[in-house]
């Protein structure tokens, strides 16, 4: 055989047979659980996981098996502080799911509650978390993390699978997936690249998520684990007017709930989230959804009462710990009650 003819036969196998054995990898080991169904989107798994998708697809998984939900907390993953057995306590609601979202959007909520109506779940009480990201939102993206899962907002599967592969070649996280799932570690080195496999814990029946690793480091180490957190030192938000978010879009999703709601004899509270950081709601889009779902139905407090100066009540910048969580239903629930403190 000529050698350049067997040079290029071996460049050419290369090229054609290590691709090949990426991809059947990428699908046998399905490092972003989309392409197969799982029990729990939490365990065995390499990076992080769309939360989105895991909530949908447990909710569907566990309502064939028998499980009867009918209370639904909604919102982004600002409301992990907020655990179903907390709410079940101080609401009375029963049968509760925690079905929210990274990177919620407005868009996601609709398409939730729309889902609920359209296929006759049963829905009695909802708890609908509002931030200003969430409602600035509209529509389904924002990187494959984010996307919707198809079978409740009705977008694209092979869309969603596309962009899932290309994000997976393209930086060196598939490398260090490859070197977790044969040797079975998660080395220093991998955290560049993703979460500690360690991270969370999700309840299959609520879908709570606790932030086991972070819980641990507190316990450990907190003021280590604090130090890490930058830009974590001054939690006090700043107290001026935010940007108006809500357009004609947005203003149409939260009528279309609202209706949902109505016609379905919802008891729901809408619960204005405190943001660390950020400016506080503008005035304008507040009464615009107090207009929409009724002042008394409505939780939010003045400025004053969301001045944050315990670093204690988060795990970062964004999600509170579930004592905070606790906090915030009693004083939307039984405001008569004392605040409760961390023992």
């Known amino acids: 055989m000529n050698k350049d003819l067997g040079r290029f036969l071996v460049s050419f196998t290369a090229v054609m047979v290590i691709p090949a054995a990426l991809v059947l990898f990428y699908i046998v080991s399905d490092p972003f659980m989309i392409i197969r169904r799982y029990d729990n989107y939490y365990e065995n798994y390499f990076g992080s996981t769309n939360r989105d998708m895991a909530g949908s697809r447990t909710l569907i998984r566990q309502t064939e098996k028998g499980v009867?939900?009918?209370?639904?907390?909604?919102?982004?993953?600002?409301?992990?502080?907020?655990?179903?057995?907390?709410?079940?306590?101080?609401?009375?609601?029963?049968?509760?799911?925690?079905?929210?979202?990274?990177?919620?959007?407005?868009?996601?909520?609709w398409s939730k509650v729309k889902w609920l109506d359209s296929t006759n779940h049963p829905f009695k009480n909802v708890l609908l978390e509002l931030d200003d990201i969430l409602l600035s939102i509209?529509?389904?993206?924002?990187?494959?993390?984010?996307?919707?899962?198809?079978?409740?907002?009705?977008?694209s599967e092979a869309e969603r699978q596309y962009e899932a592969i290309k994000s997976y070649f393209s930086n060196p996280f598939f490398?260090?997936?490859?070197?977790?799932?044969?040797?079975?570690?998660?080395?220093?080195?991998?955290?560049?690249?993703?979460?500690?496999?360690n991270s969370y814990y999700s309840n299959t029946k609520t879908n709570d998520l606790s932030y086991i690793q972070q819980m641990h480091l507190v316990k450990t180490d907190s003021a280590a684990f604090y130090k890490r957190l930058h830009g974590m030192s001054n939690l006090e938000p700043a107290f001026m007017p935010g940007n108006c978010v809500l357009n004609n879009e947005s203003r149409q999703m939260l009528?279309?709930?609202?209706?949902?709601?109505?016609?379905?004899?919802?008891?729901?509270?809408?619960?204005?989230?405190?943001?660390?950081?950020?400016?506080?709601?503008?005035?304008?889009?507040?009464?615009f959804i107090q207009s929409v779902f009724g002042t008394e139905k409505v939780y939010y407090e003045p400025k004053t009462a969301y001045k944050i100066t315990e670093l204690n009540d988060f795990f970062d910048?964004?999600?509170?710990?579930?004592?905070?969580?606790?906090?915030l239903l009693e004083k939307m629930?039984?405001?008569?009650?004392?605040?409760v403190h961390l023992p």
Request: proline share 7%; hydrophobic share 35%.
């Open 317 to 327: 910048v964004h999600h509170a710990k579930p004592y905070f969580g606790t906090r």
């Open 138 to 155: 509209t529509a389904n993206g924002g990187g494959f993390m984010y996307f919707k899962e198809p079978a409740i907002a009705g977008n």
């Open 175 to 197: 490398l260090a997936h490859i070197h977790w799932y044969f040797s079975g570690k998660f080395l220093p080195y991998m955290e560049k690249y993703t979460l500690n496999p």
């Open 255 to 287: 009528k279309d709930i609202k209706a949902v709601f109505d016609r379905k004899h919802v008891n729901y509270k809408v619960l204005l989230f405190p943001r660390v950081k950020r400016p506080v709601f503008c005035e304008k889009d507040i009464r």
């Open 68 to 109: 009867h939900y009918e209370s639904f907390i909604l919102g982004s993953s600002l409301t992990q502080c907020i655990l179903v057995p907390e709410w079940e306590r101080v609401s009375g609601v029963k049968n509760a799911y925690h079905w929210d979202a990274h990177h919620e959007g407005i868009f996601g909520v």
């Open 333 to 339: 629930y039984k405001p008569q009650l004392p605040t």
